[in-house]
């Protein structure tokens, strides 16, 4: 069993940037894809990034590319989610995931485990 706590969240100004973490135990998640998601108000839970198991490969939504960049500390057991360029769109609560399959996985059912979500939000 994994159990990912994600801290960082907050409220931060268009433009700015913001770091969120997410803490795994249990487990390591060296054999774990890792993933990030967003739920937004009113609005389905999207996919935002995935990192493989060696943190080799990275993929992400249209919507964060350039701006967004996933991270893992296999070592700390630890994934990185680094945000800049922060715009109003990105206001929502975001979550990890851990999955025990291989690939690139962008949907939420391919993922195993998930944390319990931190708010942002981001003013204009």
């Known amino acids: 069993q994994v159990q990912l706590v994600e801290s960082g969240g907050g409220l931060v100004q268009a433009g700015g940037s913001l770091r969120l973490s997410c803490a795994a135990s249990?487990?390591?998640?060296?054999?774990?894809?890792m993933g990030w998601f967003r739920q937004a108000q009113g609005k389905e839970r999207e996919f935002v990034g995935t990192?493989?198991?060696?943190?080799?490969?990275?993929y992400y939504a249209d919507s964060v590319k350039g701006r967004f960049t996933i991270s893992r500390d296999n070592a700390k057991n630890t994934v990185y989610l680094q945000m800049n360029s922060l715009k109003s769109e990105d206001t929502a609560v975001y979550y990890c995931?851990?999955?025990?399959?291989?690939?690139?996985?962008?949907?939420?059912?391919?993922?195993?485990?998930w944390g319990q979500g931190t708010q942002v939000t981001v003013s204009s």
């Open positions: 990192i493989s198991w060696s943190g080799g490969n990275t």
């Open positions: 249990g487990r390591t998640i060296r054999n774990y894809a």
């Open positions: 995931a851990a999955a025990s399959r291989p690939g690139v996985l962008v949907a939420n059912h391919e993922y195993d485990y």
